[in-house]
């Protein structure tokens, strides 16, 4: 061999060794990682392997989701003010009953080897719990209704004191007749909102999943009552403000809000 | 005799390819070390990788499951904030109704003036108002959400 083919020969092998050396250390390990730990007991190398393996993941993902919501929407529920006691250990059997449930169908899950039985249990997640559709809503409705009921009770108490200031203004010569019209129409509005509200918890805390998938509208009238209870309780509340403002305005202002008179708030 | 002074030409011509090798193999073996053999930095188990994925969700959850269709909803996070937690939301209600604050500053011109803590019992209702108008809005993303189930 000639000098020149020696060196050459020589730099081909000291290049070939700085390019493949690290090439080669970054191939192996990074197989590692990719095969599923999802405690499979079946062989990853067959079509039907990896088609269980993928439906396990897809499942086990729809759990993950799951398990946080419910989680979260128990602290919420524990943590309202406004919710009563009896709705309160409602919400949270249901909740902790879902979860249990899907923490079952976790374990089941991971230690499917029939793709049966996986789809029989991947199905269960949705058609025997119904997380985002029932639990979920159901919760906030409830609480919201409790809410409603509690804003229900505090216009009433407004509604009270309002009463006691209209009789001392028509007792010092006012004329009072709007305001005592606008007292019973706030007082009505209460009324109204209250009902609206007190009715959802009975009509949604009884539901199943199974009442959701005969029915996906299933909570619908309920939604439509806890809008017209906070319509109604907002409508209640406008009037409130009114008649304080009516009731403030001095006995010798004109009733126009806009009045230049001098010393009115309202200006 | 002495092998360091022979002067054939062929000797320093191998120590010269000798010390190449050496180098590139040494060369190869420091980007090799530098590499930290390859290893995964995040080795990630499928199914921790779920969980974790999930536990980086806001409250409620906001991902979606492409398999199923179904997404969770979004920040409950507002979502998830959503049940229940109305203590620090803003009083207003969204209403074009007159102000509170605009008719307390004029308490104690008028004897027929209602009762101070008429003012606070008004900003108690606008408070659970707006609790509940984020629990309305809450129950309208959920329903909203596709539930989601297997094909």
Known sequence: MTPLRTRLAAATIGAGLVLAAPAAAWAGPLRSPSTPQTSSPSNASSPSSSTLEALRAKCLAAIDVRLPALAAARADVANDQHTTAEHKTALEADIDQTAARLQTLQGEIQADTELSALRDHCHSIFQDNRVFALVLPRARLVVGADTAGFAGDKLSDVAGKLADAIQKAQDAGRDVAQAKADLDAMKAQIASGVAAAGAVPGDVLGLTPADWNANHDVLTPARQSLRAARADLKVARDLAVKIRNELRTPTTTPPAPSSPVSGSPQA | ?151
Do not use: K, Y
């Open chain 2, 1 to 151: 005799m002495n092998n360091t002074t022979d002067p054939r030409p062929d000797r320093p011509r191998a120590g010269r390819l000798a010390l190449a090798s050496v180098a590139a193999a040494s060369a190869a073996v420091l980007l090799l070390a530098g590499c930290g053999g390859g290893a995964d930095p995040t080795p990630r188990p499928a199914a921790s990788a779920a969980g974790t994925a999930a536990a980086s969700l806001p409250a409620t959850g906001a991902t979606s499951l492409p398999a199923t269709g179904a997404t969770s909803p979004p920040a409950t996070g507002a979502t998830s904030a959503a049940a229940g937690t109305g203590a620090a939301s803003p009083p207003a209600t969204g209403t074009s109704g007159p102000s509170i604050g605009e008719t307390a500053a004029s308490a104690g011109t008028n004897p027929a003036v209602p009762a101070a803590d008429t003012d606070q019992d008004l900003a108690d209702v606008d408070r659970a108002l707006s609790d509940l108008d984020t629990q309305i809005t809450g129950v309208d993303r959920d329903v909203a959400t596709p539930e989601g189930d297997l094909r």
